[in-house]
């Protein structure tokens, strides 16, 4: 067990938080930002699929105006290619750095021996275990033909929350539970930009760059991870600021059963944003 100096620990906790939330902010912003431009000029190509017209969008912020189009094929010998991704990686690590200063230091946030008596060290292996268990479970089910239903992949993904989360909440104290879930689906999102998302925009341009047509199926499936993204936000960020509501929350006796619902009702509140 490692003891820091409480006002160490403090300033620390801060500093971790303060990157936490801004990071995930822009995170957050960004992916909802090209979820709304996405839906936007898909409408716009079937408006002008019969005039000929470039499918734009228009918009005003900041005493500007903006247009925004979309290319198959983008100019890559002129253009400076704008990349978005270390709002995920900045947002994971300080997350992750708070996971380990908050309930794996010491550990007292983490077990509680009314739920379960562990130790430690059990405690905090269970923990990063079913952190990434989850995350290759959730990738194992993508790359399966499951993968290419939504609805039903959204079904079964629920089902195995609700036992997640159970789980969680009959091995940790209730406010660790509810922050590894989580950790778990900020693990999943960040997984998708760095290990999926990238990397096909990558063989993308790689395949312009050597006079090739891209395989969309590259697009098809960065656009769906990052969708599923957006559907994960709304839960994480309710299970952010969950920790100042116990009475409501993690500390009722049922409260795997109220994570469960308030994911979904995250869910539904997700495809609402979407459609803005």
């Not at 994971?92 to 077990?111: E, K, P, Q, R």
């Amino acid at each position: 067990m490692i003891i820091l100096d409480p006002t160490l620990s403090e300033w620390l906790n801060l500093l971790f938080r303060w990157i936490h939330v801004f990071a995930g902010i822009m995170w957050v912003g960004t992916t909802y930002y090209f979820t709304w431009l996405d839906a936007r000029l898909t409408e716009e190509e079937k408006a002008a699929a019969n005039t000929g017209n470039a499918a734009e969008v228009w918009m005003v912020h900041s005493g500007g105006f903006y247009v925004v189009g979309r290319r198959k094929t983008p100019d890559l010998a002129s253009r400076t290619l704008h990349w978005f991704r270390w709002e995920a990686g900045i947002t994971w690590l300080s997350g992750f750095a708070l996971l380990v200063l908050v309930y794996y230091l010491g550990g007292g946030a983490l077990v509680d021996p009314d739920v379960r008596n562990l130790s430690v060290g059990a405690a905090v292996a269970l923990g990063i275990g079913i952190i990434v268990a989850c995350g290759f479970v959730y990738d194992v089910m993508m790359a399966s033909p499951l993968g290419r239903h939504e609805k039903l992949f959204a079904a079964i993904a629920y089902v195995l929350i609700v036992v997640v989360a159970y789980l969680l909440t009959n091995l940790f104290s209730g406010r660790a539970a509810y922050i590894h879930l989580g950790a778990i689906f900020g693990t999943i999102m960040a997984a998708n930009v760095w290990m999926h998302i990238l990397p096909s925009q990558k063989k993308m341009i790689a395949a312009l760059k050597e006079g090739r047509k891209p395989d969309e199926r590259f697009a098809g499936r960065a656009k769906l991870r990052s969708k599923q993204n957006t559907f994960m936000a709304v839960p994480v960020v309710f299970i952010m600021i969950s920790n100042h509501f116990p009475g409501v929350t993690y500390g009722e006796r049922y409260n795997w059963i109220i994570l469960s619902v308030l994911v979904l009702v995250g869910w539904i509140a997700a495809k609402f944003i979407r459609r803005a």
